[in-house]
């Protein structure tokens, strides 16, 4: 029992480092957030427990702005867990290599440099406007245009990379070996596709969803870069409010980013749910 | 047992056995033009900066740059794109400095499964990742302001404790596979806490820390919004520097060379990373 | 449901390799029948049974069953169900839903898959285990359910690829008892790859030696110790007692003397080297009859039994000593050669090199 006690305060002061900052960082950020999203730290004038901040959220479009972040993310998410699944397995199947190297080189480059290369790609004039040799004028506005292409097409490019690799690593050899077992038990490939390989796949599948998602809708720079400036995406909104000359702004600016993080956790929730329900592995 | 030995429930016709060999063809054609076509898609947007990078001119519609130069490179340098490389590379090598020996003292902890609330620990840990950064530090540069923390002090904590959650999970899967049976060998052999460190331990899980380690420096180079929020502008480093130049128009050659100086790091760092895994693997 | 498998000069040669790893093997195995290949690690056991599989592609040579090539047949539609020696078992899967894969994918609805299956895992002794997932199972269990789903897939051909080598002795004896069962069940065909003596012998109806990707021997095991039909076959089968010589007039002609050979064991005159397993060798008081007199030069310990090296004629023979019986070197003993147990293999004993020097090496001896 000593002996016990004396390993695990060994362990815990391993621990406390990683810990202690996150803690710090986590629940001083988060709850100076929702204090001043509740009037209770203005930056002006007198500490005042008030809702108003959200109130005045709800009649200002936030519902579009949470619609917007919601729907860009799930198209994103949903087209990079298509084509990042789709890369993995190829990977896995095909002699031609090189795929598992880009997917692996893709991951790193920052959001933001994807949102620049995308627009000097996507935008009116740019290299598909001039490769489809479109009249000035008649190119669809992809950036900046009414359906965000060119924000769900980049986030979708960079967290399909994102996916490919996490479904790779949990794929990695036992899965070929699987497969040989089913193929002799008389399963052709799409039946060792349906039945193997994307059972095998899921729950890698259902992580890099949710932390590609929880990302996206947290992420900043890509809509603002790429997208229109009505309406705005809740990160886009909040930064709005938040830089506004008008310092009164800022408690709708903080209630914003509350309701941003609870879209992200509620995300988070929802995929640790579906984890327990596919994750059988353990 | 009767039912056993009954004939199996499908037949081996010839018909079904062509149809399998043009399946067998069709799904080989078509996972070598999957895996062209994938990998094609995952490289076109490197095409845009590669291009516009070294153009001077290249009036719509033309395909290709009329006039190539490095117009684009000298922009980028008038407007301090090398002192903000050299910061980003700064503010990468200290988060990745201060968040790979927390995430391995974390993840070995972890890892032998003896901390006491382990799974809350896990999951605090772990946390960061589903937190949108700019809520966190919305919220923190109020109390940071209130308290007097220096900006760049602020900046490294919000990093490094979102760079934490990676650093845990990697290294915490490696102690997971680590045999400390090596380390037993070891003070056996005669080798002492210190020799076990440096001989055994930290070999053993150096392709590990060298991805932990790459990852932090990753979530330094790429921040652009926590970066903004807490510098106001005075902190320039070298996304916020593309990020003004993007939203700016008719640079295209300096927007390219910008991205392209934020790609070249990371992509040498994977490289080199890769390398060294793979040659401690084939020794 | 079983049916014939045969095998004709099957051919693989991996280019890194400098000789083929499996050169022209031919096999018959009869439908219901059990044949072991037997051989050490690296003669190319495993491979050909992925060639069979399909698992793998020949360079040349042909897989039959019931007469019908399955060349360019996709390993799914072969009918040939391999069991690895790591049990493969889906961990998305339970047991039962493990044995009832292949009758899914062959399109029966899942109840009725699920009925089949449960008759399958009944036949391994698991019913109790059906909804457990593989994780949670021994090694044994795991094992035993790999065996339920591929017997389910109603298999031309069970290939066995050394599935219980990774097996505690015990466990392994076990499984042996279930299988020698499952063949009087459902009698499939079977061709099982082992390295292990014990487990051909007592699996298999024959063995055929697999040597340096060819094949040595194809006989019943007896035969293979009684008359190995080679010097390499004889070694690989553990068999001590080599001597050169020289065969004339239906006997053998050495250092040791002159030894008739029994009518069965036809050589044509000239070098031959003498073999007789050290089990069947008895040694026994020198005032009895025996073949030869010699010295107990060294006695080592084996369990039961104990290897002893007895002198004779200044060579070396090794005999395995009976229960009961005790020699300590020095001791001077008579050596018995029952007549059956001889035997005579040519002395080019490395096929590939059959004119090398290491024959005239053995013709010196014998002579000198």
Redesign the interface.
Known sequence: MNR?TA??R???L??L???L??????G???????I?SLGL?P?VGKPELSSAAYRALVVDDVLTGLGVSVAIAAASTSLALL?GA??AV??Q??R?G??AA?????V??????????????LAD???V???V??Q?GTFPALVGGPWWVAVVL?LA?KE??FVAVVVLSSLATTER??D??????????W?RLR??TL??A?PALVVSG??SF??V?????VA??LGRTYPEPL?VL??RL?SDTDLTMRPQ??AV??L??AV??G??VAGAALLRRVA??? | MTALVTPAPHGRSGRRVLRARVEARAAKWGRRAGTVAVTALLLVPFLPILLWAFADRWPYPELAPTVWGVGGWLTATAQGAWPALTRSLLLGLTVSAIATPLGAMAGRALARGRVPYGKMVTALLLAPVAVPPFAVTMGLTTVALRLGVPGVVALVAVLVVAAVPYTTYIMRAAYAGYDEGFEETARTLGAGSRHVLLRVHLPLVAPALAAAAFLAFLVGWSDYVVTLLIGAGRIVSLPLLLGASASASGNDPTIAVLALLATIPPVLLLTAVTVLSRRRTQR | MSATLTITGLTRWYPATGAPTLDAIDLTVPAGGCVALLGPSGSGKSTALRLVAGLDTPDSGTVLIDGRSLAGIPPELRHTVLVFQSPRLFPHLNVLDNVAFPLLVAGSPRGQARDDAAQFLDLVGLTSLAHRRPATLSGGQEQRVALARALAARPDVLLLDEPFSALDPTVRAEMHTLLVELRAAVEPTILLVTHDQNEAAVLADTTAVLLDGRIAQHDRIDQLYARPVSLAVHGFLGGRNAVAGRVDDGAHHSRLGTLELPADVVVPRGPATLVVRQEAIRLVPTDRRADLLGVVSAVTARGARALVEVTVAGMSLTTESGPGERFEPGDRVGVVLPLDQRHAVPPATSMRSGESGSSRDVLRRATT
């Open positions: 016990r390993s695990s060994r362990a815990a391993l621990v480092p990683a810990l900052p996150t803690v710090l960082v986590l001083a950020g988060l709850g100076a957030a929702v001043q730290l930056l084509v789709t890369a190829l990977v199947r095909s031609i090189g795929l880009v997917a692996a080189a893709v790193p480059i920052p959001h933001l440099v994807g949102a620049a290369t995308v627009g000097l790609l004039s740019g290299l406007a001039r490769l040799g479109a000035p980049e490019w399909s990379a070996d699987l040989e077992a089913a193929a002799g038990l008389g399963a052709g490939p039946q039945r193997v059972p095998l899921a949710t932390i929880a990302y809708v947290g992420s900043y720079e603002w870069l990160a909040a930064f938040f600016a903080l980013a509350v941003t993080v992200a956790a995300a988070l059988v592995l353990r």
